[in-house]
């Protein structure tokens, strides 16, 4: 099992940058994935990006591609989003998921973070 702790969310300004984090412990030394998703009050989880853990290819949805960020640093098993040109429709609360593979659900969830972006 994989435990994953979010953090970094806060207020930011239209255009402004976040970063979010997420802390991976426990099932970590092999190969999983890590996807980071949002959710709106009232909506499903939206997907954002994912990244392979340590392989570090990454994927990006339409909505965020050239403005986020998706990153880790292996060693420390956390993964980053780095939150660029920020967008009052990126508000939403903010959660890391951890896989162990394509195939495979995103079974471990963390807290969440709320992201609030103001005009």
């Known amino acids: 099992q994989v435990q994953l702790v979010e953090s970094g969310g806060g207020l930011a300004q239209v255009g402004g940058s976040l970063r979010l984090s997420c802390a991976a412990s426990?099932?970590?030394?092999?190969?999983?994935?890590i996807g980071w998703f949002r959710q709106y009050p009232g909506k499903e989880r939206e997907f954002v990006a994912h990244?392979?853990?340590?392989?570090?290819?990454?994927y990006y949805a339409d909505s965020v591609k050239g403005r986020f960020t998706i990153s880790r640093d292996s060693a420390r098993n956390t993964a980053y989003l780095q939150m660029n040109s920020l967008k009052p429709e990126d508000t939403a609360i903010y959660y890391c998921?951890?896989?162990?593979?394509?195939?495979?659900?995103?079974?471990?969830w963390g807290q969440g973070t709320q992201v609030t972006v103001s005009s």
């Open positions: 426990g099932r970590t030394f092999g190969s999983y994935y």
């Open positions: 998921a951890a896989r162990y593979g394509v195939a495979t659900n995103y079974g471990f």
């Open positions: 990244i392979m853990m340590p392989g570090g290819n990454t």
